[in-house]
């Protein structure tokens, strides 16, 4: 009977080693009955579909390439979808560590009450990979994050004009919030007086009010740096 290579190719639902080794076989046995490279035509050869990565390759990959956790790695790699979704919300320029965050967190929140699979998401990773880097830029911060995120799986909308619709964009001008620092610092003389009497975790409190007063929309950076300037003066 005539020798055809493709009957001895690995079957979709094989695991992931046993198809790596019958294709390594497979190459082997061609090979050896080969007298010269020139013997080995596309003809010979079948086309090997390209196999995945494994899942502790793909988790060793994570940790150095990206700087995950073991921990971190370990979940985003538990199962296929998962990797290949973290691996297109990176693709978006997304931050790696943010993205598994948010994967961990009010992503697979979502997916568990509605028990739906991370292929069912609303969001989309490019969506998702979007809005992280609004983060990143200083566009919304964390906070409203989680309010972008929640419209995104309930609409079709971009990060983008949601942030716009709504008015989310974060307040970075100083003046500004200037203004609400020196009201919350008039309204709330305790934490003051424990932050000058070296209690420095007191600031905690009044940047949590800048928060509340500016619904989520102040940059916590620029507050803490206003608040540390005016509490030191």
Known sequence: AEFCPEQYL???DFPEEEQERF???IIKSILRTAVSID?????VIPDFPELPELPDARQARLEKEFGLSSYDAGI???SRDMAEYFDAVVAEGADAKLAANWMMGDLSKNLNQEGK?????PVEAKRLGAMIRLIEKGTISSKIGKEVFKAMWDSKDDPEKIIKDKGLVQITDTKELESVVDGVLAANPKPVADYKSGNKKAIGALVGQVMKATKGKANPQ???QLLEKKLGA
């Open 76 to 78: 985003i790699t538990s």
């Open 117 to 121: 699979t991370i292929a069912e998401s």
């Open 39 to 43: 013997d080995i035509s596309d003809e």
């Open 222 to 224: 620029l507050v803490n």
């Open 23 to 25: 294709r390594k076989d």
């Open 10 to 12: 690995p079957q979709p």
